[in-house]
């Protein structure tokens, strides 16, 4: 079973969206509370890159 870790920027309330992590086979595994069938599998260097991306105010493509 997949233990998912809450995003520590994310609201408390009831309906709150929010990014959640966990750690899967050799991978980093990343979903919105809201949707949470779709997952995306990350490396580590994935996960830094796409966070660096956001930092900067990128926007990620589809």
């Not at 050799?26 to 949470?36: A, T």
């Amino acid at each position: 079973m997949i233990q998912w870790q809450k995003s520590t920027y994310s609201g408390g309330a009831a309906g709150n969206e929010c990014v959640e992590l966990a750690h899967g086979e050799g991978e980093l595994l990343l979903r919105e509370s809201d949707s949470p069938a779709r997952i995306l599998p990350l490396t580590p260097t994935g996960l830094a890159a796409l966070l660096q991306c956001f930092q900067a105010g990128g926007r990620v493509r589809r």
